[in-house]
């Protein structure tokens, strides 16, 4: 099975950064995309960035600029450096990849268990 490990959550002070971490383990042949997701209490999961690439990215609105997802192949891993944090930032953020076992595997989607940003005013 594949499993995904999240780190780097944490309290931090508005205008501060956290540098989070996930790392995908388990019999994967390829990832087609990694990427993170938020959800804030009393509200939607959302999109926050995802990578296909080093050269696609995408970033949600609200974090454009602030935001910078990237990801190291050989390890399978992904992350998020967040700078200037506000307190609309908090919430559990969760990774997420799409991968197949196999050359004829379909791709799949895998979620991790979610690490918890709280931005303090």
């Known amino acids: 099975q594949v499993q995904l490990v999240e780190s780097g959550g944490g309290l931090v002070q508005a205008g501060g950064s956290l540098r989070l971490s996930c790392a995908a383990s388990?019999?994967?042949?390829?990832?087609?995309?990694m990427g993170w997701y938020r959800q804030a209490p009393g509200k939607p999961r959302e999109p926050v960035a995802t990578i296909t690439s080093e050269t696609s990215t995408n970033y949600a609105e609200s974090v454009k600029g602030r935001f910078t997802i990237s990801r190291d192949y050989a390890k399978k891993t992904v992350y998020l450096q967040m700078n200037s944090l506000k307190p609309e930032d908090t919430g559990v953020y969760y990774c997420?990849?799409?991968?197949?076992?196999?050359?004829?595997?379909?791709?799949?989607?895998?979620w991790g268990q979610g690490t918890q940003v709280t931005v303090s005013s």
């Open positions: 388990g019999f994967i042949f390829k990832i087609n995309s």
């Open positions: 997420s990849i799409e991968a197949r076992q196999g050359i004829s595997s379909a791709p799949l989607t895998y």
